[in-house]
Each structure stands twice: as C-alpha cells, then as structure tokens.
Nanobody, 120 residues
Framework: VQLQASGGGLVQAGGCLRL????????????MGWFRQAPGKEREFVAA????????YYTDSVKGRFTISRDNAKNTMSLQMNSLKPEDTAIYYC???????????????WGQGTLVTVSS
C-alpha cells in the first residue's frame, strides 16, 4: 500500500488546516492514522480511525481540536486540525495497517510527510 499525504503549510496560531492521505488501493481493510514528528523530538501518535470509521482515537493534546475521518469510496483519509498551536508544528505522516488499532499501534505502511508550521 502506498500512501500520499498532502495539505500541510504555514498557518497562524488559532488557524486551521486539513491534511489528506490518499491510498494506492482500497482502504476498507485498513486501520489508518496520523503521526507527527516535531524538530528534535521523537515521532508521536496523533490519531487513528477504524476500518469503517466507527471508532477514532486521539492523543490527549489534540482531543477536541483535531478530527480524523475517512472515505473508503475514495480511498482517502483526512485530518481536520482546528485551533492550531505552535506546538503542533511538525512533519505529519499518514500511516495504515491491516491490524486492529491498539495502544501500541505500529503501522506497517507509511506515507511521506507533510510539513505543518504554526506561527505564534
């Protein structure tokens, strides 16, 4: 599975961005999600969504601000990011796996990153 992330950019604090991830094949069997890596920090989990979109999972720092969604008919996933903060600045990666989401989710498939920069 090949994943292509897009939608990053420069935004002021309090603003919003929408990231998209397109998959090279049908996504209905994949758990999909987003990770991010800030400068000088380790990559961290951001959000994930179940196969049919019925369940979503977020890291605490983005709850209430970010919303993950998917459209299996279009083989895409999105991350709507609102109320952005400078600490959200990072390279965002989309990821996918056939296995069910768990607390130590380690996806097999990764896309290239898209840079999100939030200015203060």
């Amino acid at each position: 599975v090949q994943l292509q992330a897009s939608g990053g950019g420069l935004v002021q604090a309090g603003g919003c961005l929408r990231l998209s991830c397109a998959a090279s094949e049908r996504t209905y069997t994949l758990v999909m999600g987003w990770f991010r890596q800030a400068p000088g920090k380790e990559r961290e989990f951001v959000a994930a969504i179940s196969w049919a979109g019925g369940n979503s999972y977020y890291t605490d720092s983005v709850k209430g601000r970010f919303t993950i969604s998917r459209d299996n008919a279009k083989n895409t996933m999105s991350l709507q990011m609102n109320s952005l903060k400078p600490e959200d600045t990072a390279i965002y990666y989309c990821a996918a796996d056939l296995r069910k989401y768990g607390s130590m989710w380690s996806p097999q498939y990764w896309g290239q990153g898209t840079l999100v920069t939030v200015s203060s």
